[in-house]
């Protein structure tokens, strides 16, 4: 599963260009009403909307061959967030994986990630590739897994439990949670309840759901 665009909204639309533009040095396209950033062959639109509660969850993927380099560009622009002593962050068992994670507007918990599966990808420049993951919230996280199962043929990735649940691949994952859960690895806020719009690419195409209040799934 690959992830083509997300769509969230923020208040202060020209923060969050400046904060794309100048400090993660990323294509931003300015209109009046929103940005598009590009993020790789994925684009992050960010419209102008109101204030909402909790936060969005946004993955970026980079090469692993890249991640040292990253971490030291990276560091110098944004405050990383550690976990235990090191701001070097593990995946969870089985993902093969070193995150840098950092707040980005409005809150934002933004993520710059590495997958041991990425790694014949070229090595140019210290920008992601990618959207690797959206995080959201929903009332039964077991349920939608199996519409994601059944409606857009998209696997669930370990580990799953009754309050967490990755799907999709490394190339691509849909994070779902618990509305009750707080995001790792802050631990003090709840996922947004706020407009969210994702487009994928999935084995069964031509196919829209809206997965909670706030988020809704298009696979094109």
Do not use: C
């Not at 939608?144 to 691949?169: K, M, N, W, Y």
């Amino acid at each position: 599963m690959k992830i083509f665009s997300a769509r969230i909204t923020v208040q202060d639309l020209v923060a969050a260009a400046t904060f794309y533009r100048d400090v993660l040095q990323l294509p931003v396209d300015e209109r009046a009403e929103y940005i598009v950033v590009t993020i790789g062959y994925s684009r992050l639109i960010v419209e102008k909307g109101s204030a909402f509660s909790g936060v969005h969850h946004l993955a970026f993927g980079i090469a692993p061959a890249k991640f040292d380099r990253i971490r030291d560009w990276l560091s110098k622009r944004v405050t990383l967030i550690s976990v235990g002593d090191s701001n070097v962050v593990g995946g969870p068992e089985g993902w093969h994986s070193r995150s840098l994670y950092f707040i980005g507007p409005e809150g934002i918990i933004l993520e710059y990630i590495a997958h041991d599966e990425y790694s014949g990808l070229p090595l140019v420049g210290p920008q992601p590739f990618s959207i690797a993951e959206v995080g959201f919230a929903v009332e039964d996280v077991k349920a939608t897994v199996e519409v994601l199962a059944a409606d857009f043929g998209l696997p669930p990735f370990p580990p799953q439990t009754d309050t967490f649940a990755p799907v999709g691949s490394p190339d691509g994952l849909l994070i779902i949670v618990d509305g009750n859960r707080l995001w790792f690895p802050t631990l003090d806020i709840h996922a947004a309840r706020s407009p969210l719009m994702i487009e994928i690419d999935a084995p069964v195409r031509a196919r829209t759901h809206s997965l909670s209040e706030w988020t809704t799934l298009v696979s094109l």
